[in-house]
C-alpha cells in the first residue's frame, strides 16, 4: 500500500484541472475562483480519511461539482446590483482564452451536455468517473458528450471543414 502524498502537493498537481472545471461549470467570474477555495477546503477536511489508493482527480472534481452546485444556487437566491464596473476577470484558467467563439456555445448547451464535456474534455476524467459526478451510467455520459460534440460542430462548420482537409 503506498502512502498518500501530502496535501500541498495533492493542491500543486491538481488545482489547475480544478479551476479549469469550475470556470468551464461556473465561468471565467470570481464565483468559479471562490468554488476551487471551497473545494480545497473541503478536500483538506476530508483528505485524512481518503484511502491511499483513491482517484484524486476525480474525488476532486466530484467536490469541485458539487461546490459549483452550490454557487449557482446561492446565484438563483441573490439579487446583483452593481453600481461600478467588476473588477478585471483573471485569465488564468480561463477556457475563453482558447477559442473566444467556441465557449459561448459550450455555455449555451444543455446542462448535462455542458458538464459531461466539462469534466471529460476539460478536467479529463473518464466516462465511468463523469457519469459518478453528474449521475447515469458511462454509456449516457458518452452519449451526451457526443451529443454536445455535435451540436458545437454544427455551429462551427469551419473546425468541421478544417478537420476534413487536413492529410
Known sequence: MTAKPPFESVVAHHGATVLRVCRAVLGPHTDADDAWQE???????????????????????????????????????????????????????????????????????????????????????????????????AAAARRSASDGIATLRRQHPVASDSEKAAP
Open 39 to 137: 473545494t480545497f477546503l473541503a478536500a483538506l477536511g476530508a483528505y485524512p480519511e481518503l484511502p491511499a489508493d483513491a482517484n484524486l482527480e476525480a474525488w476532486l472534481v466530484t467536490i469541485a461539482h458539487r461546490k459549483a452546485i452550490d454557487v449557482t444556487r446561492s446565484r438563483a437566491r441573490r439579487a446583483v446590483t452593481v453600481d461600478e464596473l467588476p473588477e478585471t476577470e483573471s485569465s488564468r484558467g480561463n477556457p475563453e482564452e482558447r477559442d473566444l467563439d467556441l465557449w459561448p456555445q459550450v455555455a449555451a448547451l444543455p446542462e448535462k451536455q455542458r458538464l459531461v464535456i466539462a469534466y471529460h474534455y476539460v478536467a479529463g476524467l473518464p466516462f465511468a468517473d463523469v457519469a459518478q459526478i453528474v449521475g447515469g451510467t
